[in-house]
Structure formats: C-alpha cells, structure tokens
C-alpha cells in the first residue's frame, strides 16, 4: 500500500515534467499542490501557537506558584486551558495527519534515482542532477557545486527562521532559542550534505511556503484580536468614580 501511495506521487512529479518540461519545475509545482493541501491544517497548527504565546506567561505563573504541589498545579492547569479554551493538544494532532504526506514525498524523490534511472532529473540546468547529493558533487567544483549549496543553505535556513521568528526581544528564553537554532541549523547542514537535490528543493520550497503562510495566518490573528480588544473597550460602559461630599447637619431652629 506504501509503495502504490509512492509510485502515485512519482506519477504525479512525472506528469508535471513532461508538461512543463523539468523536473525540478514539476516538484516544485507538487510541493505547492500538497502545501494547499494542508493548507487548513497548517492553520490550525499556526493558530494553536498563536494561542500557546498568550498563555504561555500564565501557565508559567501556575507553575511557579504551584511548584511544590504537582496535583494543585494540574487543577490550575485544567482551569486555565478550560477558561481560555485551548487544548495543548491541538498543534501536534496537525502535525502527525500530514506526516505520512510528507514522508511518502520524502521518500520518493530519495529513491527516484533507483526506481526510474532512465530519466535526467535536472532543474533548468542549474541542477544538473536532483539524484545527486553535495558530496558527489563537491569534487565537480564549485561552479558544479554553487547551485547544491544555495540548496543546502535553504534547507536549514528554513528550519532556523520559523524557530526564532517569534521570539520576543524581551522573553527570558530568547537566547536559549537562539542556540537551540544555531544547533539545528548546523544539523540539518549535515544532514543536507547526503540528501539529494530533489529532496533539498522539495523541503526548502515547502519550509519557504510555509513561513509566508505562517507571517500571514499570525498577522491576521493578531489583527482579529486588535479589533476585537477595539470593540470590547467601546462596547464596556464608562465607570465614573463620583466622591459624593457628605451633607452638612442642618442647625436646629429655635423656638
């Protein structure tokens, strides 16, 4: 069944080369189809995290409050995603429905020098051949060479970006984030250096399409909330705080 899911997605690459005429066109053109795809679900995800900053700081608060008692603290915990209605769960359950997609995609391109030889698997001459990994091709020299390393700058500078794009500049954490992506874009220029260029141009336009759609989902979220913080101040009522001076006693009358 995996492999038919596979050979359907390589039908797919393959109609798109031969009517647009390139190999490296026809992925990019499926890697767009499948960020439509899961276009909703990203949202989701995007959404999730948008809510996850908001409570953030409070969640941190319970747990510092609350930090000798664990079962108190998971009360407080429930009461708060119960009242701000948001479900730690909810960012992660995107995530794993598109991870077969991706994966099948990941596959493909890895193994479409094997299972389809006959075929010269170029991007417009730039990339001369989306079989080939950095490492073969580093001895060719740099000219040869150039057009993988742009790939591989793309394909770890997309994981880099989405990590810190949101980082507070007064959040305790900014420096910790900071390292932990300098970490993992020094991984995944590793893990770059053996992959194929097919598979690199696959996850740096997917990593690009869904960085514009996350400034663009966080931009709209932050902007509905504006307005909707604009109306609540309008709609609540002015509260005037009038000292009422108290009355003087008046004089007894004479009789």
């Known amino acids: 069944m995996w492999d038919v899911f596979k050979d359907w997605i390589f039908d797919c690459i393959a109609f798109f080369a031969n ?26 995800q995007i959404k999730s995290t948008f809510q996850m900053q908001k409570v953030q700081p409070l969640m941190q608060e319970i747990q510092k ?28 359950v995107p995530m794993l429905i598109q991870m077969p997609i991706f994966l099948a995609m990941f596959q493909t391109l890895r193994e479409i020098g094997y299972s389809h030889p006959d075929e010269v698997y170029s991007f417009y001459g730039m990339v001369t051949d989306l079989t080939k990994t950095p490492a073969n091709v580093i001895s060719d020299g740099f000219g040869a060479f150039f057009p993988y390393l742009v790939l591989m700058l793309v394909f770890a500078l997309a994981t880099f970006l989405p990590m810190v794009q949101n980082i507070k500049n007064d959040s305790a954490q900014r420096n910790q984030m900071l390292i932990m992506g300098g970490v993992m874009t020094i991984f995944m220029l590793w893990i770059s250096w053996s992959s194929p260029a097919g598979v690199l141009l696959f996850w740096g336009a997917s990593s690009v399409i869904g960085i514009l759609q996350q400034q663009l989902t966080m931009r709209h979220l932050k902007r509905v909330e504006a307005q909707a913080e604009a109306a609540r101040i309008e709609v609540e009522p002015v509260k005037v705080d009038v000292e009422r001076k108290a009355k003087k006693k008046r004089p007894a009358k004479k009789h």
């Open 19 to 44: 009517f647009l005429g390139d190999w490296g066109l026809a992925i990019i053109v499926i890697t767009v189809i499948f960020r439509l795809l899961v276009a909703p679900i990203m949202h989701k």
């Open 65 to 92: 409050k609350f930090a000798d008692d664990p079962v108190r603290q998971n009360e407080e915990m429930q009461k708060l995603y119960a009242e701000t209605k948001f479900n730690p769960l909810a960012g992660c």
